[in-house]
């Protein structure tokens, strides 16, 4: 998906330099409509963490996941507060494996909610904050994912409190006077119905389990997005039917009213943003043809990392019409890997793509989940300038990081 028109692709290219993000205000807004049946959306931050998108998701009444001090450090910056609203959801939770002596402190101070995926976080909460409000994230032995690093279920995930340890999370709990707020289950990305009702039916399983009373459980997140053309857009009334069953279930199990979060991250802002680059070399190869442009794996990591497929469109400078050529998409980085067109295992692929020339735009659709977020300094390169478009407007949402800063931080 590529939300914007050449034409103002072009202009933000000559106003705000490439490489570029940007991402498109009114689709984070549709797709957080398209989840509303949930009784809360919970943004799972790590996807994108601008705090300008943050503000915006919390006008439309969306809380987030914070995965780091820093994480929770950016929602309080956004406007944020750990406080519960109208529906009691609190505004930030804080999910981990482990809680780092800096975390521990600022989770205390703010008293944010503590998603707990260890025993060992839960005594070492307790000791700090007796009596403060926890949930217990819970691998139940199985996962799910696009690829084997995102699978967070299973034996081979680090993720969550491994199901039979149930009974001595709860006694930690216990122990400590800390307030269950409730269950969170997340075994992964990509959605299948048939394994989504496994899930259901193990959210189930851990609350009669459990024998103690849950305000609320949460589905997690994982939901995808369609990155090629053709792929199926995930039915959100179907996947909301799936687990308001599963809630109706543990209400009735129970015998009072259970709250459903539901915790996207992609889903909400990946057909938001393009990464928009320019095209500095073409050459041949052997039986391969490259195009060469200004953004490499430092600004989008995900098809280096996963083997990720993103659509790719290209914009003439002479806005011309062009033949089509099988190109192979790649960077500027000292690294084999810096290559946009790749499947799983780093093998070289070639895209059908317009026939490229110096000084042409390439758009990177899909782009706005796990991009910016991911983003590193790599052969010394800043950080790339972020832009929000809304409506008719657009405006810096992150300056360009400057080389200079790089080394502020080197000179003690």
């Known amino acids: 998906m590529n939300p914007f028109s050449d034409a103002l692709l072009r202009t933000l290219g000559q106003t705000y330099g490439t490489p570029l993000w940007v991402y498109d205000a009114a689709t984070i807004r549709q797709r957080i409509a398209d989840l509303k049946s949930f009784d809360t959306i919970r943004f799972a931050q790590k996807a994108n963490s601008n705090t300008h998108l943050l503000r915006l998701m919390r006008e439309q009444g969306v809380v987030v996941d914070a995965v780091s001090r820093g994480e929770i450090e950016r929602a309080l910056a956004a406007g944020y507060t750990a ?34 995926g260890s025993v060992d976080m839960l005594h070492q909460l307790g000791a700090r904050s007796p009596g403060h409000r926890v949930w217990l994230r819970i691998n139940p032995g199985f996962g799910h994912g696009h690829s084997n690093k995102t699978n967070t279920g299973g034996e081979h995930s680090k993720h969550g409190i491994w199901h039979t340890d149930l009974a001595a999370a709860l006694a930690a709990v216990q122990q400590h006077q800390l307030h269950l707020v409730g269950l969170h289950m997340h075994i992964g990305s990509g ?34 997005i369609p990155y090629r053309d053709g792929e199926a857009r995930i039915d959100t009334e179907h996947y909301f039917s799936l687990w308001d069953a599963a809630r109706r279930e543990v209400a009735s199990h129970l015998g009072r009213s259970v709250h459903l ?72 980085l000292c690294e084999s890997g810096d290559v946009f067109t790749q499947g799983e295992g780093g093998v070289v692929q070639s895209r059908a793509l317009p026939q490229a020339r110096v000084g042409d735009l390439l758009v990177i659709h899909d782009a706005g989940a796990y991009g910016a977020s991911m983003s590193s300094n790599y052969n010394s390169r800043p950080l790339i300038a972020e832009v929000l478009v809304d409506g008719d407007t657009h405006r810096l949402i992150r300056r360009r990081q400057t080389v200079a800063e790089l080394l502020a931080l080197e000179q003690v």
């Open 261 to 332: 979060e539901l915790e996207p991250g992609r889903y909400l802002v990946a057909e938001s943003g393009v990464l928009l680059t320019e095209v500095r070399a073409t050459k041949d190869v052997g039986a391969n043809h490259f195009v060469m442009v200004d953004a490499g794996f430092s600004d989008l990591m995900r098809p280096s990392m996963y083997g990720a497929y993103h659509g790719m469109s290209l914009i003439a400078a002479d806005e011309q019409a062009r033949a089509m050529r099988d190109s192979v998409v790649a960077g500027p």
């Open 83 to 116: 406080a519960p609203n109208a529906q009691g959801a609190s505004g930030i939770v804080f999910t981990a494996d482990l809680l780092d002596a800096a975390t521990l402190e600022t989770v205390v101070q703010h008293q944010v909610p503590v998603n707990a």
């Open 191 to 224: 959605v299948d119905y048939s394994h989504l009702q496994q899930v259901c039916a193990a959210m189930v399983d851990l609350v009669k389990r459990a024998g103690v009373p849950v305000e609320a459980i949460s589905a997690g997140g994982g939901l995808s």
